[in-house]
Antibody, heavy 115, light 107 residues
Framework: EVQLVESGGGLVQPGGSLRLSCAASGLTFSTYAMSWVRQAPGKGLEWVSALSGSGGSTYYADSVKGRFTISRDNSKNTLYLQINSLRAEDTAVYYC????????WGKGTTVTVSS | ELVMTQSPATLSVSPGERATLSCRASQSVSSNLAWYQQKPGQAPRLLIYGASTRATGIPARFSGSGSGTEFTLTISSLQSEDFAVYYCQQYNNWPRAFGQGTRLEIK
């Protein structure tokens, strides 16, 4: 069974940084593209970023381009999202998902940006 | 940038009845369209991919249709556990895009 477990969320001040992690198990991690999707409180789903199995190709939503960096360590079966210059509008639950068309999702980690 | 538009925003249906949800893309996404179900406090769950293929374990009462720019999710006989928010997502182009969601509520 594929399992994805996110971590690294928390309360951070505007302008701060966080690194989110997603530990994957039950799959040959390096063969799958992976995605991050977020959901602001009471709002819909927003696709954030994705990268290929090798990590060689990365994709970003316009709303996060230049501030967010997606990466992976295939030796550790772990996906990352580095988030810089945080804004109040980045407050959301961040989900890790398998594939570029997400078919398995983690439970999410909450990021709150507030002073 | 490609935009996905879902309608209606809220749909009120009685248990046992049929529900029809729509999703429109601002440009063709071929059949690269997925549907997700999300219940309060839970992660989304994949229902349909390739516009019409049910994901593993999804009951036959869920069906998807369409191609190009117009898509439909139909739930043939609503069960209590089907009342939730439904999202469509295109995976034909980068960046990916979700619709804003349709809330399916009990009438």
């Amino acid at each position: 069974e594929v399992q994805l477990v996110e971590s690294g969320g928390g309360l951070v001040q505007p302008g701060g940084s966080l690194r989110l992690s997603c530990a994957a198990s039950g799959l040959t991690f390096s063969t799958y593209a992976m995605s991050w999707v977020r959901q602001a409180p009471g709002k819909g789903l927003e696709w954030v970023s994705a990268l290929s199995g090798s990590g060689g190709s990365t994709y970003y939503a316009d709303s996060v381009k230049g501030r967010f960096t997606i990466s992976r360590d295939n030796s550790k079966n772990t996906l990352y999202l580095q988030i810089n210059s945080l804004r109040a509008e980045d407050t959301a639950v961040y989900y890790c998902a398998k594939s570029a068309m997400p078919d398995v999702w983690g439970k999410g980690t909450t990021v709150t940006v507030s002073s | 940038e490609l935009v996905m538009t879902q309608s209606p925003a809220t749909l009120s249906v009685s248990p046992g009845e049929r529900a029809t949800l729509s999703c429109r893309a601002s440009q063709s996404v071929s059949s690269n369209l997925a549907w997700y179900q999300q219940k309060p406090g839970q992660a989304p769950r994949l229902l349909i991919y390739g516009a019409s293929t049910r994901a593993t374990g999804i009951p036959a009462r869920f069906s998807g249709s369409g191609s190009g720019t117009e898509f439909t999710l139909t739930i043939s006989s609503l069960q209590s556990e089907d009342f939730a928010v439904y999202y469509c997502q295109q995976y034909n182009n980068w960046p990916r895009a979700f619709g804003q969601g349709t809330r399916l509520e009990i009438k």
